[in-house]
């Protein structure tokens, strides 16, 4: 079984020529050679690379430097930012760059407003691209059921199982009370949602045993054809480490191993339209 994680983030320490535009939560510094390592550590045969918007805003620089040196490892996703006059030349030039698979918009206030027409611009763009777009709304699900009725012929993909996740301990008492909001989504046939950072909501140690029941609910909602594994690879740091978020997926016997193969990359190449990503 080949992995594929379906998002991870690579960065540079903060320095004068890449300064950092904000913070998140994880190491100073993950590299690709890092990352390539961690991989390689775990049996993880790759990952979709989110230009993580925290440090770079929506300057996808450091991600297309990563996939230069590792192309076999990674593919790539970038924010597309709702507000620039010309976004569909931006998107039109990041799909044409080798590797691209996917834009990303942040839904969670303050950041977007579905309603605003920058973000049915982004959607109309990518669907011209081909381009999946990965939708980050941890505060209201619904608004993802509004774009996906709107912009049927786009493939939207709810990131982090589209609920609040902490970045730090302690983990809320209640993390999975929105799931059923979130799982009325899967009506629409266009979303497809990453089961990512799942780890982080849990309330238990390693292998992390209360998230089975809500994850098994996104997998029958869905389908396994449209659900994807993945570690939020470094903004879980303070809560799970890389070996045990891999773990948790890889060793548990809740799923059978072709449940596992499709569920840890073979739906990713099918819905991120890259067929022969890690074959």
Not at 173 to 182: G, I, Q, S
Request: hydrophobic share 40%.
């Amino acid at each position: 079984m080949q992995m594929i994680d379906v998002q991870v983030h690579a960065y540079e320490r903060n320095h004068p020529r890449r300064p950092w535009q904000g913070t998140l939560s994880g190491p100073d510094e993950m590299t690709g050679e890092q990352m390539v390592m961690a991989f390689d550590h775990e049996g993880v045969g790759g990952a979709i690379l989110v230009s993580p918007y925290s440090f770079y805003r929506y300057d996808p620089d450091y991600a297309l430097q990563v996939y230069q040196h590792y192309p076999d490892r990674f593919r790539l996703v970038k924010p597309f930012d709702p507000t620039l006059d010309d976004i569909e030349e931006d998107i039109q030039a990041w799909a044409a760059q080798d590797g691209v698979v996917g834009g990303r918009v942040m839904l969670s206030p303050p950041l977007g407003d579905p309603y605003a027409p920058g973000i049915g611009r982004i959607l109309e763009g990518c669907r011209r691209a081909n381009l999946a777009v990965n939708l980050l709304s941890w505060h209201k699900p619904s608004m993802i059921g509004d774009l996906a009725m709107r912009h049927p012929d786009v493939q939207l993909i709810v990131d982090h199982l589209g609920i609040t996740q902490p970045f730090e301990p302690p983990v809320p008492d209640e993390p999975f009370a929105t799931l059923k909001d979130v799982l009325a989504l899967a009506r629409f046939d266009n979303v497809a949602i990453k089961i990512s950072g799942v780890c982080t909501l849990s309330q238990r140690s390693f292998p992390f045993d209360d998230i089975w029941k809500p994850v098994l609910k996104t997998i029958e909602a869905f389908g396994l054809g449209r659900c994807m594994w993945g570690t939020d690879w470094t903004r879980a740091i303070k809560l799970v480490n890389f070996h045990d978020a891999v773990a948790a997926f890889r060793d548990t016997d809740r799923l059978s191993v072709g449940d596992k193969e499709a569920l840890m990359g073979g739906s990713l190449r099918n819905i991120y339209r890259c067929p022969d990503f890690c074959l």
